[in-house]
């Protein structure tokens, strides 16, 4: 399908967040990533609100509609930027299960797609345990993980306003620097991805 476009065409990003909360800090941050973003990514957001918890009885019967649209989302677009909070050193319930369901079934979408990782949280290390559990299990998915550079937003309810907002720079560049990076891999995997097709 992506061999199809044309590499005029924006890189197609879709975002996942970790948080259900309305007024969720991980919110805010995927929020300031999109906007910071360089030219060329357009985004779409997938919410996990409505993911039933994974049970294999149902998966037998087949996706729910919710899995199987998020699952379309995942293989539809050119990567997958996925924004989380850290809950008790690791990979909030509601983001594990979602992904548990979507490594399921035929043609698991995260194989070799472009993932990239952003994390914060209210306290002082900004979700860095998080990160790691979610590289391994993206890994074990196959997906390609964006190696450096790395956002970790500590204390960050004194980073973003009420509304949202980020009110601390070195926050915004850090993540101005994660976006421009995240574009170059983004490329450089679709390319990865289309040779090895041709090879094929
Ligand atoms: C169940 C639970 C566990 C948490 N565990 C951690 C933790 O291990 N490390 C941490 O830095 N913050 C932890 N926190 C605090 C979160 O960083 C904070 O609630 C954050 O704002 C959640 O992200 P959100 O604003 O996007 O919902 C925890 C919060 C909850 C609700």
């Keep these: 399908m992506n061999a199809a476009r044309s590499s005029a065409d924006p890189l197609r990003v879709l975002t996942l967040c970790g948080s259900l909360r309305q007024a969720s800090l991980t919110k805010a941050l995927l929020l300031l990533a999109e906007r910071e973003a360089p030219q060329g990514l357009a985004f779409a957001n997938e919410p996990l609100h409505d993911i039933p918890p994974f049970d294999a009885d ?6 729910p509609p919710p ?3 998020i699952r379309d989302a995942i293989r539809s677009a050119d ?9 008790n050193f690791s990979i909030p319930g509601v983001l594990k299960n979602a992904l548990d369901w979507v490594s399921r079934g035929d043609r698991p ?3 070799g797609k472009a993932v990239g990782i952003l994390s914060c949280s209210t306290g002082p290390w900004g979700g860095a345990r998080v990160q790691y559990d979610l590289r391994k299990v993206m890994l074990s998915m196959e997906a390609h993980v964006i190696g450096k550079p790395e ?6 309810s ?12 070195p926050t915004r560049d850090a993540v101005i620097r994660y976006m421009a990076a995240f574009k170059r891999w983004v490329t ?3 390319h990865f991805n289309m040779e090895n097709q041709e090879k094929k």
């Design 79 to 87: 990567a997958v930027l996925i924004g989380t909070p850290e809950y």
């Design 188 to 190: 450089a995997t679709r």
């Design 109 to 111: 979408p995260f194989v």
């Design 158 to 169: 004194g980073k973003f306003d009420s509304t949202g907002g980020c009110t601390d720079e």
């Design 58 to 63: 149902i998966q037998a019967m087949g996706f």
């Design 67 to 69: 899995v199987a649209r």
């Design 151 to 156: 956002v970790f937003v500590g204390s960050a």
